[in-house]
C-alpha cells in the first residue's frame, strides 16, 4: 500500500531526457498556511525569506503529501547531483469555454489523433485539463498514465503514412481552436524582465540579505562612513547586475521576437487555405511552402514537394541544406525510427530559412507543425540560455564550506565575546552588538561574488582573441581539461578539399589515374556523368552553393548549372537543376543533363544519390557517391575491382580523402512521379564508376597546437566522419600518434547467426605481413608492446560501427580501450555525444572542437564545447571562436586556468583579510576596545576592495604547465596555505598586543595623542573634534590599538601580494600593472599614517603616539612575517616536486577512473592485445583464434 502510494506521489517527468525532472505531488492545508502566515509575521518576514530561498521547505510547511493526481502544487527536483527543488502550482484549462464545443458528444474524442495526449487529458463531462508549466513547457495530466506529458508536439509514435493520412489535408477548426487552448500560442516569448522583478530578485540573494545585516549591526555602532561606503558599492553592483540582465533579456527578446510574427498560409480542412499568423500555428496544422523566403516558426516535417534550407542559425554552418518530404510508406514503426538517424532530412527547424521551394506537380510544397513554441529546435536553443545547466557545482560548493567553516569559527568568536563582556558587566545590547559584530568579521560575505570576478575578466579578454561565450561560468571548467576530442574535416584539416585525381573502373579494373589540375578536361563519360550531376549544388544570387566537397567536384568537371531552369515554368519544372558542359569541358555527346530527383546525403547513410535524365533522351540514370565502403556495398560485386580495398588503402593511407562513385540505368515509365520512388530499391544493383581522390591538408596551426597540447600532457583524440585509414593517416601527420607508436585497429562484429559477437584487434603496420600468415598458426603469438611512464606507445583506433558493438557486446572493455584510443572513425553525431559521456565517466574533463554542424550534441555534451564559427555565438556551444583554427584551445585551456587560480587566489585573500581583523578585533576585546571608525574604513575600502577588483586582472600565462591547477577550494597545499597564514597572523599580532603592554611608556587608559616635535616626549592634550564622544574615544585610544592597526593592515597588503602567484598559470605580478601599483599606493599610505607625526592624522586616525623605535619594531615583525609567508607560499606550498615526492611517501594515488584504468593496464602482461580475436563467448574466458584480418566494409 505505501508502495503504491509513494508511485502516485513521486513520478518522473521527461524520463531518460536531458532534462529529467523528479514530480512530487502536494495538497494546501488550511490550517498549516495559517501556521506558516503566522510564522512569518511573528518572524518579520525571514521565515518567508527562508521559503524563497528553500522553496521545498515552503511545500513541506505548507501542504500534505498526497498522489498526483489530487495535487494543487507540485515539487519538481532535478535528477542530476545537484538536486534543486522547484514549486509549480496546478492550473486548470476549461475548454467549455469553447463555443465549437457547446452541444457535442461527450463521448467522442475531441481530437481526431486517437494518439493524441489530450484526448486522454481531458476530464469528462466538465471539459478541463489539469496543467502545469516547467521552464516554459507545458505538461499536462494523463488519466491513463497517470504521469504529466508534455503537450506541443505531434506524438513520436505517428508513422509515415499515419502522418500523411491523419494531418495531410489539415485539421478542422473544431480541433485547431482545442489544440491552440491545449498547447498554448506557437511563440517563443522571452519576456523583458521589469526591473523591479530583477531588483527584488538581486536583493533577495543570501548574500545581500547577510550584508544588510551587517549594515544595520555596524550602522547602530555608528560606523556611518564605512556603512555607508558598502551601501554605495552594493547598490552600484546592484546596479550593474540587474543593467546586466535587463540587456541580456532584451536582446534574447529581440532575437527571437522576430519569428512570432510570420505570415503562414494554413490549410484547414473544411474552410480551405488562408494566411494566419504563426502565433495562432498549433502541432498538426498543414501549411504551403509557397516559393517565398520565410523564416520558420514552427518545427514541421516536410510532406510534399522539397525545399532548401539555410541553418547556420542552429549549426552555425551556412550552407544550404536540401529537404525532402516524409515517405509515403506502409510501414508500422514510427517515423523516426524508419527514417532512422536521418529523420532530420525531413524535418524544417524553427529559425532556419527556407531559401528556395520545389514545386511538386500537386502544386506547392507542403508540411505539418511538428512542435511549436518552446518545444522546437530553436525553443530548445532559447530555453538552454534561459536555464543553463549548473557547471562547476564542485567550486561553489567548496565556497559554502568554506564559509560554513568560517561561521564556526565566528560563533566561537562570538561565545568569546558574550564571555568577557559579561564579566564585565556591560549592558545587554552592547554585549549583542559587539558579538554579532565580531561575527561578521570572520565571515566575509563577498567570497561568492569573488569566485567570479577572475571570470568575468576572462571572458573580456577572450573576446578580444574572437572567441565568444554563453556560458561564463564554464571557463573555470576550462582550466580542469585534460583530453580534447577534435573533429577533423575543418577542424584539424582545411575545409575546402582539393580535387587530386580520380581513379576510373572498367570491367572491375582499375583505369590510368586521372590527375587535377590537368591540361586535358576530364574526358565524357559515366564517371564525368556522375561528377556532373551527383550533387546539391544550387544556384542563389547567381552564385553556385552547397557543399564545399560538391563544389570541387563540380568544378573539376568544368560543367555550368543553368540557373535560367530554376527560371521555367510549368509544374514540376522547378524541381529540376539542369547542368550543361562549359566551354573549357570535354565535348560530350549530350547537350545537358536534367537532375530530377535527390536522395541527399546524411552522416548517418554517408551516401548520397540523384536521379537524373540527359536532355532529349527518355532514360532515366541514378548516381550515388559517399563512403567508398558503402558504396562498393551497393554495386554489384562483379563491377568492383578484386583489388579495390588494396587501392581504397593506398590513397587513404596517404591521408587523402577518397569518394566512390557508382552508376545506375533505371527502368521507369514515363511520366513517373519521382517522389514515390523507393530509396532502397533504386540504390541497388549498381555499377561501380572508381574512386575520386580529394586532398585534404593540415591547417597549418593544427601540428604546434596539437604539440602544446601533448607538451602540457592533454590528450588530444580525433572524432571523424571520415574514413578510418585516413583519419589514422592524418592524426600522425598532426602528431596525435608519434612516428614510432603502434595502431592497434580495433574491429568489433555484432553476431551472426549462432556465432556470438567478436572483437578482432590488428597491429595497423603489419596487414601486409598478415595476410600471408597461413590460417593453420596458432593464435597466442601475441606481440607485446612496452609501457613508457605514464604515456603508452600504442594507439587503438576504430570506427563507429565497431564503437556501436564494443558498447552493446563489450563494454567491460571500453575504459581499457578508452584509456589509449587516439582515433574514432566514420562515427555518427549521436556516437560522438556517446564518446565524449563514457569519457567523462572516466573522470576526463573533456573539451571538443568542432565545426558545429554535425557536432552539435558532442559540443553541448562536453565540459567545454568549442565551434569554430563565423557567428558570435553558435547555437552549438558554449564557446564560439570565430577564426577558424584550433589555436582557441589551447587559449581557453590557459584562460580557464588563470581564472580558475584568480578565483582562488581571491578566496585565500578575503578568508585571510576576514581572519587578520578577526584576530585583532578579539584582542581589543580582551580589554574591552575595538579598531576605529577610519581605521576599518581604511582596511576595507582602500585596501580590500581594490584588491578584489584588481587581483584576478593578471593574464594567462602563454606556456602551458603539464599538470592543472587544483580543482578544489578544499585540497591540501590551499588549506595549508589558509592555515599557517592564519597561524602567522596570530602569532604576529599576539606578540605585538603582549610586547606592546611591557613597554616603559605604556600606559593602559591613555587620553594624550599628539607628539611634540622636539623629543617625542608625550605632551597631554584633549580629545580632538571629529565629532565623537569621549566614550567612544576611550574604547579606541589605546596603545594596543595603534600597534595592532598597521599589523593587520600592512599584513592584508601582505598576503594580497604574497597569494598573487604568477607562473606557471598566471603571468608575474608585475605585469598586472593597476594591481602592482595599488599595492605600492596602499603600502606607502599605510607607512604615512604611522609615520607622520601630524595632529589631524592622529586625531583623524584615533592614533596614539608611540617612539619612532616602537614603529621600526613593528615594521620589523612585518617584515619577518612577509619574509616566513612568501618562503612558506611560494618554496613550500607551490612546490610541486615536493607534493610528488610526500604523494609518493604517503603511497597517495589518484582516484580518477582514467588514472586506476592506466595504473591496472601497465601490469597488465596480456595487454594491448594485437593480432587476436576475441569472442563475447557465455564463458568468462577469452577465446583466442586466427590473425587474419577479415575485411569488413570499413578499411
Known amino acids: 500500500m505505501e508502495e503504491k502510494l509513494w508511485k502516485d506521489h513521486c513520478v518522473l517527468l521527461n524520463k531518460d531526457e536531458e532534462n529529467e525532472l523528479a514530480t512530487f505531488g502536494y495538497k494546501t492545508q488550511g490550517w498549516r498556511r495559517i501556521l506558516c502566515i503566522a510564522g512569518y509575521i511573528l518572524s518579520c518576514g525571514a521565515l518567508l525569506l527562508l521559503f524563497y530561498w528553500k522553496p521545498e521547505w515552503d511545500v513541506w510547511a505548507n501542504c500534505i503529501r498526497c498522489s498526483l493526481e489530487e495535487a494543487d502544487v507540485v515539487l519538481l527536483r532535478t535528477t542530476d547531483e545537484f538536486q534543486r527543488y522547484t514549486r509549480k502550482k496546478v492550473t486548470w484549462i476549461d475548454l467549455s469555454t469553447l463555443a465549437l464545443l457547446v452541444g457535442s458528444n461527450s463521448d467522442d474524442p475531441l481530437v481526431a489523433d486517437e494518439d493524441s495526449v489530450i484526448n486522454r487529458a481531458v476530464m469528462k463531462p466538465q471539459l478541463k485539463v489539469r496543467c502545469i508549466q516547467v521552464q516554459k513547457i507545458r505538461y499536462i495530466w494523463d488519466f491513463s498514465v497517470r504521469e504529466f506529458k508534455k503537450v506541443g508536439s505531434l506524438e513520436d509514435s505517428n508513422t509515415c503514412h499515419s502522418i500523411h493520412h491523419k494531418f495531410g489535408a489539415g485539421l478542422t477548426r473544431k480541433e485547431q481552436k482545442i489544440r491552440q487552448l491545449v498547447c498554448g500560442p506557437n511563440a517563443i516569448e522571452v519576456e523583458i524582465r521589469p526591473i523591479w522583478k530583477l531588483l527584488f530578485k538581486e536583493i533577495l540573494n543570501p548574500f545581500y540579505v547577510f550584508q544588510a545585516f551587517t549594515l544595520v549591526l555596524w550602522l547602530s555602532q555608528g560606523y556611518t562612513e564605512y556603512s555607508v561606503a558598502i551601501i554605495i558599492l552594493s547598490i552600484i553592483s546592484i546596479c550593474l547586475t540587474v543593467y546586466d540582465l535587463r540587456q541580456q533579456s532584451t536582446k534574447l527578446h529581440d532575437l527571437v521576437e522576430e519569428h512570432n510574427k510570420v505570415q503562414v498560409t494554413v490549410c484547414t480542412k473544411s474552410e480551405g487555405c488562408k494566411e494566419l499568423e504563426s502565433h495562432y500555428l498549433v502541432p498538426g496544422d498543414m501549411f504551403l511552402l509557397d516559393g ?230 576530364l574526358p565524357w563519360g559515366p564517371v564525368c556523368g556522375a561528377m556532373a550531376s551527383c550533387h546539391s549544388l544550387l544556384v542563389l544570387d547567381k552564385k553556385i552553393q552547397g557543399d564545399p566537397l560538391d563544389l570541387k567536384m563540380f568544378e573539376g568537371t568544368c560543367w555550368e548549372i543553368d540557373d535560367s531552369s530554376a527560371a521555367q515554368d510549368g509544374a514540376g519544372a522547378l524541381d529540376t537543376c539542369i547542368v550543361r558542359p562549359g566551354p573549357k569541358a570535354s565535348s560530350a555527346p549530350v547537350e545537358g543533363i536534367a537532375i530530377l530527383h535527390q536522395f541527399p546525403f546524411s552522416s548517418g547513410l554517408q551516401r548520397m544519390s540523384v536521379v537524373s535524365q540527359k536532355i532529349g533522351e527518355e532514360q532515366y540514370d541514378l548516381y550515388m557517391k559517399g563512403a567508398p565502403e558503402i558504396v562498393s556495398s551497393f554495386c554489384r560485386q562483379e563491377t568492383v575491382p578484386a583489388d579495390f580495398l588494396k587501392e581504397l588503402k593506398t590513397y587513404t593511407s596517404q591521408g587523402f580523402r577518397v569518394i566512390a562513385l557508382a552508376h545506375k540505368v533505371l527502368n521507369l515509365g514515363k511520366d513517373v512521379d519521382m517522389s514515390n520512388l523507393e530509396r532502397e530499391e533504386a540504390e541497388s544493383g549498381l555499377v561501380f564508376l572508381g574512386l575520386l581522390v580529394m586532398e585534404n591538408s593540415l591547417k597549418q596551426e593544427t601540428k604546434p597546437v596539437l604539440q602544446e ?55 595497423a603496420e603489419d596487414s601486409k605481413a598478415n595476410t600471408a600468415v597461413p590460417r593453420e598458426v596458432c593464435a597466442n603469438t601475441e606481440e607485446k608492446i612496452t609501457l613508457e611512464g605514464e604515456t603508452s606507445n600504442y594507439h ?36 560522438k555525444s556517446s564518446l565524449i559521456e563514457e569519457f567523462q565517466k572516466l573522470n576526463y574533463c573533456v573539451g571538443m572542437c568542432g565545426d558545429g554542424a554535425n557536432d552539435c550534441g558532442a559540443l553541448k555534451m562536453a565540459h567545454a564545447g568549442i565551434s569554430l564559427s563565423e557567428q558570435e555565438a553558435s547555437v552549438a556551444s558554449p564557446f564560439t571562436s570565430q577564426i577558424p583554427n584550433i589555436q582557441c584551445v589551447p587559449e581557453l585551456i590557459r584562460e580557464g586556468r588563470a581564472a580558475l587560480v584568480a578565483s582562488f587566489a581571491v578566496v585565500k585573500y578575503l578568508t585571510l583579510y576576514g581572519m587578520i581583523q578577526f584576530i585583532g578585533t578579539a584582542l581589543l576585546f580582551w580589554q574591552l576596545q575595538i579598531f576605529g571608525n577610519h581605521q576599518y574604513l581604511i582596511q576595507d575600502v582602500i585596501i580590500t576592495l581594490l584588491v578584489c577588483l584588481t587581483m584576478s586582472l593578471t593574464e594567462a600565462y602563454p606556456k602551458l604547465a603539464p599538470y592543472r591547477p587544483p580543482s578544489q577550494l578544499i585540497s591540501p597545499p590551499l588549506l595549508l596555505s589558509i592555515i599557517l597564514n592564519v597561524c602567522f597572523a596570530i602569532i604576529m599580532q599576539t606578540s605585538g598586543f603582549l610586547l606592546v603592554r611591557q613597554q616603559p611608556w605604556y600606559v593602559a587608559l591613555a587620553s594624550q595623542r599628539h607628539c611634540s616635535p622636539g623629543n617625542q616626549t608625550v605632551s597631554p592634550t584633549s580629545p580632538g573634534g571629529n565629532g565623537t564622544s569621549s566614550s567612544a574615544q576611550s574604547s579606541v585610544l589605546s596603545y594596543e590599538d595603534t600597534t595592532l592597526w598597521p599589523l593587520t593592515s600592512i599584513h592584508c597588503i601582505i598576503v594580497a601580494f604574497v597569494f598573487s602567484k604568477g607562473k606557471p598559470f598566471r603571468k608575474p605580478i608585475y605585469t598586472n600593472y593597476i594591481f602592482s601599483v595599488l599595492l605600492a599606493l596602499q603600502l606607502a599610505i599605510c607607512l604615512f599614517l604611522f609615520f607622520a607625526d601630524i595632529d589631524a592624522v592622529y586625531s583623524g586616525m584615533q592614533f596614539l603616539c608611540t617612539p619612532v623605535i616602537w614603529r621600526v619594531y613593528i615594521l620589523l615583525m612585518l617584515l619577518v612575517t612577509f619574509c616566513i609567508s612568501f618562503f612558506t607560499e611560494d618554496v613550500i606550498l607551490q612546490n610541486k616536486h615536493l607534493w610528488l615526492l610526500l604523494k609518493a611517501w604517503f603511497g597517495y594515488q589518484s582516484k580518477s577512473q582514467y588514472r586506476k584504468w592506466q595504473r591496472m593496464l601497465q601490469t597488465d602482461p596480456n595487454w594491448p592485445p594485437a593480432n587476436t580475436k576475441d569472442l563475447a563467448a557465455k564463458s568468462t574466458e577469452e577465446i583466442y583464434i586466427n590473425p587474419t584480418y577479415e575485411h569488413s566494409n570499413e578499411d
Open 292 to 521: 517565398k523566403k520565410l523564416s520558420l516558426p514552427c518545427d514541421a516535417v516536410l510532406i510534399d514537394g522539397s525545399c532548401v534550407v539555410n541553418e547556420g542559425m542552429l549549426t552555425g554552418e551556412s550552407i544550404p541544406v536540401t529537404k525532402t518530404p516524409l515517405p509515403l510508406v506502409e510501414s508500422p514503426m514510427p517515423w523516426k525510427t524508419h527514417s532512422m538517424e536521418d529523420y532530420r532530412r525531413h524535418v524544417l527547424f524553427c529559425g532556419t530559412e527556407v531559401i528556395q521551394t520545389k514545386l511538386t506537380g500537386r502544386g506547392p510544397a507542403r508540411a505539418v507543425v511538428l512542435q511549436t513554441g518552446f518545444n522546437t529546435a530553436k525553443g530548445d536553443l532559447v530555453r538552454s540560455i534561459l536555464y543553463p545547466k549548473p557547471v562547476n557545482f564542485k567550486l561553489y560548493r567548496d565556497a559554502f564550506k568554506f564559509i560554513v567553516g568560517l561561521s564556526v569559527i565566528g560563533v566561537f568568536g562570538l561565545i568569546y565575546t558574550v564571555c568577557v563582556f559579561m564579566s564585565h558587566e556591560k549592558p545587554v545590547a552592547d554585549v549583542v552588538a559587539m558579538a554579532f559584530l565580531l561575527l561578521t568579521l570572520a565571515v566575509p560575505p563577498t567570497v561568492p561574488a569573488a569566485l567570479t570576478t577572475g571570470t568575468v575578466y576572462a571572458q573580456r579578454r577572450l573576446k578580444k582573441k574572437k572567441i565568444f561565450c554563453i556560458s561564463p561560468q564554464r571557463i573555470n571548467i576550462c582550466g580542469q581539461i585534460n583530453l580534447v576530442c577534435f573533429d577533423k574535416t575543418g577542424t584539424l584539416t582545411e575545409d575546402g578539399l582539393d580535387l587530386w585525381g580520380i581513379i576510373p573502373s572498367e570491367g572491375s579494373r582499375f583505369q590510368k589515374i586521372h590527375k587535377f589540375p590537368s591540361s586535358t578536361p
Open 709 to 763: 597540447l601533448t607538451a602540457a600532457r592533454i590528450r588530444s583524440v580525433m572524432v571523424t566522419g571520415d574514413n578510418l585509414q585516413t583519419a589514422v593517416t592524418v592524426a600522425k601527420n598532426a602528431g596525435m600518434i608519434h612516428m614510432g607508436s603502434k595502431v592497434i585497429l580495433v574491429e568489433a562484429n555484432e553476431p551472426e547467426g549462432s556465432a556470438p559477437a567478436s572483437i578482432a584487434w590488428r597491429l
Open 796 to 831: 587503438f583506433a576504430m570506427n563507429g560501427k565497431s564503437y556501436q558493438v564494443i558498447m552493446k557486446h563489450f563494454y567491460n572493455l571500453l575504459p581499457k580501450i578508452l584509456v589509449n584510443a587516439t582515433v574514432f572513425a566514420r562515427m555518427s553525431p549521436g556516437q
